[in-house]
C-alpha cells in the first residue's frame, strides 16, 4: 500500500506548470483564452450570460488566477455573472436558496487585492456557494428546517472564516435534504421545508441525491465555480455522482467540524465539491483545519493533520495512472448498465498503465447492520449540542414538538421517525453503544486497509450512484448505495470523478484510500479524470426520453 503525506497546497501549484491548462477534465478548458460559450449551446441555456473568453462549464481556478493576475478579469465581473446565471438559470433546478449581500463587497476588496499584487492564495476572488448547514453569521443557516429560519448563528462556522480570509466570495448557500437526511424514515433527497425540492439538472424529474443536493446541482448548471458539501456517509459524493460533478470527503477532522449542523462526530465531515478535480483540491487546500481532531469517541484516535492537500503536478497529465495499482469493486445491485459503465472505466484505466484487479472489501453486512443504531445516539448527543447554540428549540425532544404543530415540515417528509427512534436511543455513555461503535471503526478501517493490503493498490473503485430515480414524495428516495459506506463510517477520504452515463444520466466512480491518504487520493482522481473525460454540461430535459431542453 502506498502512503502520502498530506501537506500544505504550495503557491507553485497554482503558479507553476498547472496554469499552463492541462488540468481541466475537458479539452475545451485547456486554453484560457478560448472562445467563450455559445450562450444557447447546451449546459448554456439560451440567453444565459456568459464572460467574453470563458466558459463557465469548464474554466478552472487556475485559469481564472491567471486571468486576473494579468488584468483580463475581475472577480467582480465572474461574481455579476454567476449572479446572472443563477438568476437565469436556478429557475429550472431549485439549487440556491438565498444569495449572500455580501458578495459584491468581498467581489471588489479581492479586485483590489489583486490590483495590489496582494492576492491571497487560489480562492482570492472565486465564487464559492455553501451547504446551508453551515454556519454563516450573516446569513440564515436553516438545515432546510423552519425551527431554525429565523435569526442567523451568532458566529461562523471554521470553515467558512478559513474560506473568507483566504479572499473567497460566498455567492449564498444552497439547498439541501431537511436535516441532512435524517428525520424521516422515507426521505425525498433534495426536499426541505424551507427551499422545497431540488431538481436534477440532467432531467429535471429525476432526484439529485443528497443530502449535499443543491450544492452538486448548482455544480452541474454552473452556478458557481465551487461549493461545499457535508457527508455522514454518502451526502458527498452520491449527489456529486448524480450530478456528473466531483465531490471530496476528506479524512475524518481535516476539516473543521465546528458551526456545522450535525448527525455524528464519529462519522461527519464537510468537503469540496466543483466540476473538475484540481478546483476541488484547490478549495480542499483552504477549508483544511490542520487543527487536532476531535479524538474518537470510540478509540481514543486523534492526530494532527497538516492543512490542505499537496498534488503532483505529474499525476495531472498523461502517463499519471501508469504502474497504479486500483481495485474495482464492482457493485453488482446497483444494475448492469451501471456496471456497464465501470467495465468501460475499467478499460480505460488499464489502457492508461493501471492495473485493474477485481475486489470485494469484507464486513460490508456487518456495518450496514451496526451503523444506523449508532447514528440514532450519537445525532441525539450532538443535535442537542448544536441546538443548545441556536434560537429555537433547543433539544431535540423540543424540535420533534415543533415539527408536530408546523404542517409546512410534513408535506413532503411527512414523518420524523429517526428523530423519535434517537429520541429513544441509549446514550454514548451507555456500554452496548461503546462497543458498536468501537466495532464500526475497527471493521470499516479493516475493510479498506485488509483489501489494500492484499492486492498492493494505490485505491479501491466502485460506482458512485445508480441512474437518478425519479423523484416521489410517497414513496421516498431509492438509494441504499454501500460503496460510500466502508470510508464514511471508517473516517477514511473518498472522491467521486463523474465516469460515464446511462442514457442522460451521470454514473460517477468513487475511489477511497487509506486514513490521511487525501492528497494521493486527489492526485490519482485528477489522473482517473483527464483518462475518463466524462464531464459534460446537462440539457435540463424535462423528463428521462425527452429531446427539448
Sequence with gaps: MRKTRVGVLTVALVAGSLLAGTIGPNAAADDPGAAGSDPGAAGSPAGSPALKGIDLDTVTIPELQARMHKGSLTSSELTRAYLRRIETVDSKINAVLRLSPAALRQAAASDARHRRGEARGPLDGIPVLLKDNVDTRDMP???????????????????????????AVILGKTNLSEWANFRAAKPTSGWSAVGGQTHNPFVLDRNPCGSSSGSAAALAASLSQVAIGTETDGSIVCPAGMNGVVGHKPSLGLVSGTGVVPISAEQDTAGPMARNVIDTALTLSVIGDGSPPARDRATGRGERLAPGAALDPRHLREGGLKGKRIGLWRLPSLGPDVDAVMTRTA????????????????????????????????????????????????????????????PQEQTCFAGQELF?????????????????????????????????????????????????????????????????????????????????????LPVGVLLMAGDREDAALLSLGAAVEQQLRAWRAPRYLPTAGSATP
Design 141 to 167: 443557516t436553516t438545515a432546510g428546517s423552519l425551527a431554525l429560519a429565523g435569526k442567523p448563528p451568532a458566529k461562523d462556522a471554521v470553515l467558512v472564516t478559513r474560506l473568507k480570509r483566504a479572499g
Design 347 to 406: 478499460q480505460k484505466l488499464r489502457g492508461a498503465g493501471a492495473e485493474v484487479v477485481e475486489v470485494t472489501p469484507p464486513y460490508q453486512a456487518r456495518l450496514a447492520e451496526l451503523e444506523f443504531p449508532a447514528l440514532l445516539s450519537e445525532f441525539h448527543r450532538d443535535i442537542d449540542a448544536y441546538l443548545g447554540t441556536r434560537k429555537g428549540p433547543r433539544d431535540l425532544a423540543a424540535l420533534i414538538e415543533f415539527n408536530r404543530t408546523h
Design 420 to 504: 423519535e427512534q434517537a429520541l429513544a436511543a441509549p446514550p454514548t455513555t451507555d456500554p452496548e453503544y461503546r462497543a458498536m461503535r468501537a466495532e464500526l471503526a475497527d471493521l470499516s478501517r479493516r475493510s479498506i486497509d485488509e483489501t489494500m493490503a492484499a492486492h498492493d493498490l494505490d485505491a479501491i473503485a466502485a460506482p458512485t450512484n445508480p441512474p437518478a430515480w425519479t423523484t416521489d414524495c410517497a414513496r421516498g428516495d431509492n438509494d441504499v448505495i454501500p460503496s460510500s459506506t466502508p470510508a464514511a463510517v471508517a473516517g477514511y477520504p473518498s472522491l467521486s470523478v463523474p465516469a460515464g452515463s446511462v442514457g442522460e
